[in-house]
């Protein structure tokens, strides 16, 4: 089976860094997928690890260290529209690489 | 160019009735997955289909079947409605059964 877990609710200012974590047992790994989404809108792709190390796009870095079953994302310069929902997801192997298991989120809330 | 296009947006069943959700995949993608949120959860996996054939399906009920067409959009089946079926269900689209999701916006579906 899967498990996820991410942290529920994190609060940041404007301007800082802030650093989200996920951590996963999974019987099987073939990628970590981060998502964003917005309160009634759909899931949007941020990021997705499959090797060791860090993956950096703009103001958004993943990071995945697949020994200790762990990844990250990290914002920095956080916008007010940065305040949304972070998904991690994990994507299994042989039969389940068809799926992605999601954490239950995390809300984001970006203060002034 | 068009993205993942769903219908209905909002539907309201009553218990024990049934629905199809529909959804158009990006041109050119050949993979639909759906997905069950609730609210407050990440999405759980329901189906994959890739070139028409079921590639994958998560821990549902046989009350939710789905199909894959000759042009790759898709429906989903739920019959006989539980108020508990009530949440969000995404179609995402992508161009091969392992590539990253494009989320569609998603049909919001209250079961009372």
């Known amino acids: 089976g899967q498990n996820i877990d991410q942290p529920t609710e994190m609060t940041a200012t404007e301007g800082a860094i802030v650093q989200i974590n996920c951590t996963y047992q999974?019987?099987?790994?073939?990628?970590l997928f981060w998502y964003q989404q917005h309160a009634g809108e759909a899931p949007t792709f941020l990021s997705y690890n499959v090797l060791d190390g860090l993956e950096e796009k703009g103001r958004f870095s993943s990071f995945l260290s697949r020994s200790k079953g762990y990844s990250y994302l990290l914002l920095k310069e956080l916008q007010m529209k940065d305040s949304a929902s972070y998904l991690c997801a994990v994507r299994g192997s042989g039969a389940g690489s068809y799926q992605l298991t999601f954490g239950k989120g995390t809300k984001l809330s970006v203060i002034p | 160019d068009a993205g993942v296009t769903q219908s209905p947006t909002h539907l309201i069943k009553t218990r024990g009735q049934h629905v199809t959700l529909r959804c158009s995949p990006i041109?050119?993608?050949?993979?639909v997955s759906w997905y069950q949120q609730v609210l407050g959860q990440g999405p759980q996996f329901i189906f994959q289909?890739?070139?028409?054939?079921?590639?994958g399906r998560g821990n549902f009920p046989d009350r939710f079947s789905a199909r894959q067409f000759p042009n790759y959009s898709s429906e989903l089946n739920v019959n006989a409605l539980l108020l508990g079926d009530s949440a969000l269900y995404l179609c995402a689209s992508s161009l091969t059964a392992f590539d990253d999701y494009t989320f569609g916006s998603g049909t919001r579906l209250t079961v009372v």
């Open positions: 041109s050119g993608h050949k993979s």
């Open positions: 289909y890739y070139e028409k054939e079921e590639r």
């Open positions: 999974t019987s099987g790994f073939n990628g």
